[in-house]
């Protein structure tokens, strides 16, 4: 999918001589894009969902808060059992170079694989330890979020926490060789690696690289037109 990406795009942006990207350029705009998607894939859920209970939109073929979920599930992770960082905080999963957090979106938190932990804000938390009927306990245990980092409440739990979350897809990489001095797409590379979203999203990717590289080159039309795309979606979903 991503080399068919990367010619649409080549082709919208020389089709009147608007400028050359990069493969470099393209590779960076093609993972801004697609992680765009996915969050813009939160939003269209919880709209097509209202949509649903409202009696707006049908089932079946026609069930679109179903395929949104499907295809967001795709990116769903268990992590068995966090790190314990200091105390009773932890450390959230992260990519294997530790430069970038894994996760994406927290889904849940639990205490041995049964109890829901409460997400509650950091201002919260001093009243409800302080609380004779609600201060957090092994049964209703509740948590902080910091940065990537959770602190867990009572600070007697210090293991078996466990974690859902959505990922951060795979950074998309259209890999080539240059032959007579231009880029030829090479999927057989070591680093290659296609989009993760479905291929119906492919679109919606093409809108969302054409508008980067227009800003790239400057070339406000191609901005403008990829804006109206966009806009264009947005009022046949409603």
């Not at 999918?1 to 080549?10: P, S």
Request: overall charge negative; proline content about 5%; charged content about 20%.
């Amino acid at each position: 999918m991503i080399n068919e990406v990367r010619n649409t795009v080549m082709f919208i942006l020389n089709k009147d001589n608007n400028g050359y990207i990069t493969p470099e350029a393209f590779n960076n705009y093609a993972r801004e894009a697609q992680i765009d998607e996915l969050e813009e894939m939160f939003h269209d859920y919880n709209r097509a969902l209202a949509k649903m209970n409202a009696r707006m939109s049908g089932t079946g073929h026609g069930n679109i808060p179903q395929y949104l979920r499907e295809s967001i599930d795709k990116f769903t992770e268990y992590a068995e059992s966090l790190t314990l960082d200091s105390g009773s905080t932890f450390l959230l999963p992260s990519a294997a170079n530790g430069d970038t957090t894994e996760w994406f979106r927290i889904m849940n938190i639990q205490y041995n694989n049964a109890v829901d932990i409460e997400r509650v804000e950091t201002y919260q938390i001093n009243n409800l330890n302080n609380s004779m009927m609600m201060a957090p306990s092994t049964d209703f245990p509740a948590y902080v979020h910091i940065a990537d980092k959770i602190t867990v409440y009572p600070t007697t739990i210090t293991a078996n926490v466990n974690c859902s979350y959505i990922r951060y897809p795979q950074d998309p990489k259209w890999t080539y060789t240059v032959v007579s001095g231009d880029p030829v797409f090479n999927q057989g590379a070591n680093d290659y690696q296609d989009f993760e979203l479905p291929k119906a999203f492919m679109p919606k990717i093409i809108r969302r690289v054409a508008e980067y590289c227009g800003v790239h080159i400057r070339e406000a039309e191609v901005v403008q037109y990829m804006n109206m795309e966009q806009a264009t979606d947005k009022q046949l979903e409603q």
